[in-house]
T-cell receptor, first 111, second 113 residues
Framework: RKEVEQDPGPFNVPEGATVAFNCTYSNSASQSFFWYRQDCRKEPKLLMSVYSSGNEDGRFTAQLNRASQYISLLIRDSKLSDSATYLCVVRHSGGYNKLIFGAGTRLAVHP | EAQVTQNPRYLITVTGKKLTVTCSQNMNHEYMSWYRQDPGLGLRQIYYSMNVEVTDKGDVPEGYKVSRKEKRNFPLILESPSPNQTSLYFC????????????FGSGTRLTVV
């Protein structure tokens, strides 16, 4: 079983739609959580960190449920430019900054 | 500009011919890491380094070597590349402690024939 699991998609949605991605992680010692965005064949870039209280950045909302070991990302009013792969990422506790990446969920927004 | 620089961006080589992929960062980060990305498998860590002269294996280290003689540089060495090392490689760096994520290089697409 992978340590970080995501639905691979693809999610095909029209512009303006609301789409939600889910992610589960298996290591209860995970300490920090992130969503990264990766455009085709390019490097992953940090989209947002995920806090226990939930957090919002414009059209993007991230939620964390530690009890269920579940992370979500909600995108409202989807834009064509949101088309990308979204990576769920967790960091373990401990002495070094190792990040564990999910395989990603692909989003395609169409006109 | 703060960045991680990888070279080359694309490389086609033959089985057994030693190669080095360079990685350099200008952010004074202690932590550097190499990942490979394959379809359906996500990013898997090859090696990491917590500081100068301190390196350790990640999840898929076989067939790779690294060195960290200077803080800014973390080259990835394939002594005898094989076709199963055909992949997309990313170098990343961060401060050692703290909750922030990584800064990634632009990637190296390696094909071994």
């Amino acid at each position: 079983r992978k340590e970080v699991e995501q639905d691979p998609g693809p999610f095909n949605v029209p512009e303006g739609a609301t789409v939600a991605f889910n992610c589960t992680y298996s290591n209860s010692a995970s300490q920090s959580f992130f969503w990264y965005r990766q455009d085709c064949r390019k490097e992953p870039k940090l989209l947002m960190s995920v806090y226990s209280s939930g957090n919002e950045d414009g059209r993007f909302t991230a939620q964390l449920n530690r009890a269920s070991q579940y992370i979500s990302l909600l995108i409202r009013d989807s834009k064509l430019s949101d088309s990308a792969t979204y990576l769920c990422v967790v960091r373990h506790s401990g002495g070094y900054n190792k990040l564990i990446f999910g395989a990603g969920t692909r989003l395609a927004v169409h006109p | 500009e703060a960045q991680v620089t990888q070279n080359p961006r694309y490389l086609i080589t033959v089985t057994g011919k030693k190669l080095t992929v360079t990685c350099s960062q200008n952010m004074n980060h202690e932590y550097m890491s190499w990942y490979r990305q394959d379809p359906g498998l996500g990013l898997r860590q090859i090696y990491y380094s917590m500081n100068v002269e301190v390196t350790d294996k990640g999840d898929v280290p076989e067939g790779y070597k690294v060195s960290r003689k200077e803080k800014r540089n973390f080259p990835l060495i394939l002594e005898s590349p094989s076709p199963n090392q055909t992949s997309l490689y990313f170098c990343a760096s961060s401060f050692r402690r703290g909750a922030e994520g990584y800064t990634f290089g632009s990637g190296t697409r390696l094909t071994v024939v």
